[in-house]
């Protein structure tokens, strides 16, 4: 159990040691956790006042998930996975010109259906949302 420059070492014991830190750093981390959630939740999420500061306002409305970010993601991976299947269809040419149609095609629409199922979810937050603004 000697390394290479010759000084012993116990990795059993050293392995223990990474673990009781990582299981204390686990417990602290859990503890903040806890009182930074309320205390942001406090602060930003319950007050329903307009604050002077831009960020503070931006922070308030995104915790308060006012403003959504799945959207832009979900058409960024959909342009990404269309993108990949078609590209990757291609290499089935030299194997079947059938795989690479059924591919091509398929999984195109396959994809497609997902994102539009995945959108049509957001449109309906959407559409809820004005609704709920306009009953107000």
Request: aromatic share 16%; net charge positive; proline share 2%.
């Amino acid at each position: 159990m000697y390394n290479t420059y010759g000084y012993g070492s116990n990795s059993l014991g050293s392995s223990l040691l990474a673990s009781e830190s990582a299981g204390v750093w686990s417990i602290v981390s859990l503890i903040l956790a806890i009182i930074g959630a309320i205390l942001a939740y406090f602060m930003f999420v319950k007050p329903e006042k307009q604050y002077p500061n831009k960020f503070v306002n931006w922070l308030r409305s995104f915790l308060n998930f006012n403003e959504m970010l799945i959207e832009p993601i979900l058409k960024v991976t959909y342009i990404f996975f269309a993108l990949f299947i078609t590209l990757g269809s291609f290499s089935l040419i030299s194997v079947s010109f059938v795989s690479f149609l059924l591919v091509l095609v398929l999984g195109n629409l396959s994809i497609r259906v997902i994102y539009e199922a995945s959108m049509m979810m957001v449109s309906i937050w959407k559409n809820t949302k004005e609704i709920n603004k306009k009953m107000k």
